[in-house]
């Protein structure tokens, strides 16, 4: 366990896409004030699962199914959370609303990544593929990806970090999403991911 680096945990439901940008980003360095200690997913079959596993970080699944409610999924998440003495907790495609109770025990310490810059697009019921059907039919022509610290109300904490992205005119939402995930989302989560532990860092050094 290597004392002076802020631990992270990475909550998953997906692919892993952005869990894989954290891991190259910890690999070349451009992550090191944090370490990518656990993931936890809230789906069995998530690839990102895969991903921790290939890269030797301990996985955990936490499913709805399993443990039949939000509430318990969320006592179990923080049950490992304390297990794993995690103090930085990034959302990487994680498709579930947190609660107040939870947010409120992690302030300033949860960030997500979502793929618009936000105000436009975000809150509820906009993730994954309708944020970019959304962009695509209200003919916007700049979208892009935002970093946010997390709390009780989806999309709405703090901004840490934006990254534009150009909409062409052959844009589908899955062209879409295949370029703002690449341009976008998987170079500015590490960054803001450093910049965040990096802050926490020089705060429990003071
Ligand atoms: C993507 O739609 C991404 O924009 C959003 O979560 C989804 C899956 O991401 N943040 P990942 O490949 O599981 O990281």
Request: net charge neutral; aromatic share 6%.
């Amino acid at each position: 366990m290597n004392q002076n680096k802020i631990r992270i945990a990475v909550l998953v439901s997906g692919g892993g896409t952005n869990l894989q940008a954290l891991i190259d980003a910890q690999k070349s360095e451009i992550l090191k004030s944090g370490e990518l200690v656990a993931v936890i997913s809230n789906k069995k079959d998530a690839y990102a699962v895969e991903r921790a596993k290939n890269n030797g970080i301990k996985d955990y699944t936490v499913s709805k199914t399993e443990f039949g409610s939000l509430k318990a999924v969320e006592e179990k998440i923080t049950e490992i959370l304390e297990h794993e003495k995690i103090d930085f907790i990034i959302l990487a495609g994680f498709m579930m609303i947190l609660s107040e109770t939870f947010t409120s025990k992690y302030t300033n310490r949860i960030i997500n990544v979502h793929p618009s810059l936000i105000p436009s697009f975000c809150g509820k019921g906009y993730y994954g593929l309708k944020v970019h059907e959304a962009a695509l039919s209200y003919g916007v022509k700049v979208t892009g990806a935002t970093v946010h610290f997390v709390n009780e109300i989806p999309d709405a904490g703090q901004i840490i970090m934006q990254k534009a992205v150009e909409i062409l005119d052959t844009d589908t939402p899955e062209s879409l999403q295949e370029r703002v995930m690449k341009e976008a989302e998987h170079i500015i989560l590490p960054l803001a991911a450093e910049k965040v532990a990096k802050e926490m860092l020089k705060r429990r050094e003071q």
